[in-house]
């Protein structure tokens, strides 16, 4: 009886964590730390942890496990739709690969100094535009 009991009871806690784990690691990418690209692993994670709960499911059936397994299927299901939804549309502004860089003001990240492009230096140059980024 006592094995019965503790079948899946691994999976169960993986499966746990990792549910737990991806939002997590979500929000501190994102609110503390600022990285703000196409949140990729989420969807990832969040079916591992799917998948090791619905094993531990499989082998012992529980009002419980049935009940995290519905929790982190909607989170599966939920980061999933948000990858799909996240894509940008096509860039057609004033800035194009190859052409004359146009006419423009900005401000520099460190000190808050204007500069245009005019203060660029003569040469090569790379500037790098970060859509959809604070």
Known sequence: ????????RTYLWVGAGLGLAAPL?????????RHLETPWYFSGISALAAIAIGLALFQRRTW???ILFLIVLIECLGS????????????DGPAQVGAPLPAFEAKLAAS??????????????VLVFYRGHL
């Open 1 to 8: 009886m006592e094995q019965k009991k503790e079948a899946g």
């Open 25 to 33: 690691i979500f929000a501190t990418r994102f609110g503390l730390l």
């Open 64 to 66: 419980r496990r049935a």
């Open 80 to 91: 999933t739709a948000m990858l799909a939804a996240s894509e940008l549309e096509p860039y």
């Open 112 to 125: 808050g100094e204007a500069f245009t492009e005019a203060d660029l230096a003569s040469g090569t140059q």
